[in-house]
């Protein structure tokens, strides 16, 4: 089974932190990764994407994918309120060439 | 904005009755896939299409059919809902056709619970 992990938290984090949202991934064929962000009763949105080792930044927010570690991770600099959400890692490629979602990690930014 | 609508938004219905969820695209996008979200699960995918009348099954497709007669309609059946069915659905287009899935852009959600 392959599978994407992701600690389910929720993490908090203060108005103005980093928050560092973390993901692994078993399949080493999995070539693509996507972070989508989910409000509460609400459909996931595509918030950053990542195939190449290193960094990719977007305006406060950063990506960065290991492949040696199978790990991806997402920054979010200056963090706000409105940034609480559920976070949710997922992988493409690989044997299936399928999106794998993990179960996704719910930040909360405290005011 | 993809412009996908769903519906219905919330059914209610009983164990054994079918049930059929429409999804509907305004912008003749290639591929449309039926998602369902389940709490420790996460998002799983259960049919996908690639065009009008070619559709695959994804990792949890037992207890579902889908049909895709136009480009712009995918619906998901449950031809004799269970409890176990009792998810939020989600459909999802890729807005890249041919290129990658995972750029998705998903529907409001359909919330099914079968009693």
């Known amino acids: 089974q392959k599978e994407v992990e992701q600690n389910s938290g929720p993490l908090s984090v203060p108005e103005g932190a980093i928050a560092s949202l973390n993901c692994t991934y078993s399949d080493r064929g999995s070539q693509s990764f996507f972070w989508y962000r989910q409000y509460s009763g609400k459909s996931p949105e595509l918030i950053m994407f990542i195939y190449s080792n290193g960094d990719k930044e977007d305006g406060r927010f950063t990506a960065q994918l290991n492949k040696a570690s199978q790990y991806v991770s997402l920054l979010i600099r200056d963090s706000q309120p409105s940034d609480s959400a559920t976070y949710l890692c997922a992988g493409e490629g690989g044997a299936t060439n399928k999106l794998i979602f993990g179960t996704g990690t719910l930040l909360a930014v405290q005011p | 904005d993809a412009g996908i609508t769903q519906s219905p938004r919330h059914k209610v219905t009983e164990t054994g009755t079918p049930v059929t969820l429409r999804c509907h695209q305004t912008?003749?996008?290639?591929?449309m896939y039926w998602y369902r979200q389940d709490p420790g699960h996460g998002l799983r995918l259960i049919h996908y299409?690639?065009?009008?009348?070619?559709?695959d099954k994804g990792e949890v497709s037992d207890g579902y059919s889908v049909s895709r007669s136009k480009t712009e309609d995918f619906l998901l059946t449950l031809e004799s809902a269970t409890s176990s069915q009792t998810s939020v659905y989600f459909c999802?287009?890729?807005?890249?056709?041919?290129?990658?899935?995972?750029?998705?852009?998903f529907g409001e959600g359909s919330r099914l619970t079968v009693l």
């Open positions: 299409s690639y065009g009008v009348k070619d559709t």
């Open positions: 912008e003749n996008h290639r591929y």
């Open positions: 999802a287009i890729s807005e890249t056709d041919g290129g990658t899935a995972g750029e998705l852009f």
